[in-house]
């Protein structure tokens, strides 16, 4: 593996991605993929934008990877009730640029693709662990644009792409935007901790329960399949989950706890979303067998570094 290309490289996932690739490829060039500028701690950055398919096409004839691994997308559940279209246009018809522009310029190239858990659904109401073989039943539009983009990525590997298709359940870690769960708990705990914020705590929906994993272990998923890439079949689908449901109200009374703090709780009504799923767990049999992948980090420590990074701000 000579050169790594990661779009989405200056996100959540990218910036702990970095220090995985280059503990497990130490001779690698890492490239971020980037709209803006350089991303720090790359060894080069390349512009790419998934809205302009010819400057996808240009950044990898720069490039030329071995592999490409596609974490841009528009990420967040909440911001995709607001903008659907944009949403489409970046997951979908952005992923699809992409994966064209891999056949035709790189189609030796290993693409690992960044789909989600929230292509599910629905599913999840059927209460068990679910494996790749669950229906596809996105219940909002990130979720159905993420599922699209999934599909499309098979159909692309049945044309010749070197596609694995990778779909993490809820993650977490230090870097995240508050406009997730925990560190948007862990944002306003961290405040009220500290004295800069009455005791009283924001939350949506607290009934609901979500497998989730340290994004540490998302990124060994990802390093792992680059290192098995060769003996994968083309199109393959791997979940990554750690097969345990947390409770959402509860996630929050540990990080009240951690912090030392007692607030009162306030559920806003602009929190709750149109649609939305109790609970979701997911079997990661696969991703143990094939890849030899099992999370490893406890979820008690990824909450203290949730909280912990929302301390030092
Ligand atoms: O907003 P920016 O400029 O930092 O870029 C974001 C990037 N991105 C794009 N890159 C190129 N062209 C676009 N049109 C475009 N739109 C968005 O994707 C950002 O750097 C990255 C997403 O980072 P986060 O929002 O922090 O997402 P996270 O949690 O790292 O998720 C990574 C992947 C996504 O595919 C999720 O759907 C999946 O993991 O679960």
């Known amino acids: 593996m000579q050169r790594i290309l990661v ?47 010819a400057g996808c ?24 009730f607001r903008d659907p279209m944009l949403t489409w246009r970046t997951n979908l018809l952005g992923t699809v640029a992409l994966g064209e522009a891999v056949r035709m310029e790189v189609p030796e190239a290993l693409f690992v693709h960044a789909s ?8 999840f109401q059927g209460g068990v662990a679910l494996d790749e073989a669950a229906p596809l039943q996105p219940a909002n539009p990130y979720a159905a644009s993420k599922a699209a983009a999934d599909l499309a990525v098979g159909e692309m590997a049945l044309r010749g792409l070197r596609a694995i298709r990778m779909r993490p359940f809820n993650h977490t870690g230090h870097g995240q935007s508050d406009g997730f769960v925990v560190p948007a708990f862990a944002r306003q705990v961290a405040a009220i901790a ?22 540490a272990d998302v990124c060994a998923g990802y390093v792992t399949v680059l290192r098995r890439g060769g003996e994968l079949h083309p199109g393959a689908v791997f979940n990554l989950a750690s097969g345990t449901p947390r409770h959402i109200g509860t996630i929050l009374s540990d990080l009240m706890r951690l912090a030392g703090v007692t607030a009162r709780i306030e ?40 909280l912990q990074d929302w301390q030092a701000r």
């Open 7 to 53: 779009t989405g490289a200056a996100g959540f996932v990218g910036g702990h991605l970095r220090p995985a690739l280059r503990a497990a490829f130490p001779t690698a060039e890492l490239i971020a993929a980037a709209r803006g500028g350089a991303v720090a701690g790359w060894d080069r950055t390349v512009t790419l934008d998934l809205l302009d398919p």
């Open 57 to 80: 096409a240009h950044a990898l004839r720069q490039v030329r990877p071995d592999a490409i691994i596609h974490l841009a997308a528009l990420a967040m559940v909440a911001a995709s």
């Open 116 to 123: 989600s858990a929230e292509v599910y659904g629905l599913s």
């Open 194 to 215: 500290a004295g800069r914020a009455e005791p009283v705590l924001r939350v949506g929906a607290l009934e609901r329960w979500r497998d989730y994993l340290d994004v």
């Open 267 to 306: 559920e806003e009504a602009t929190r709750l979303r149109p649609t939305d799923v109790v609970r979701t767990m997911g079997d990661a049999a696969a991703a143990r067998r094939d890849l030899g992948w099992a999370p490893s980090v406890p979820w008690e420590t990824t909450l203290a570094s949730v």
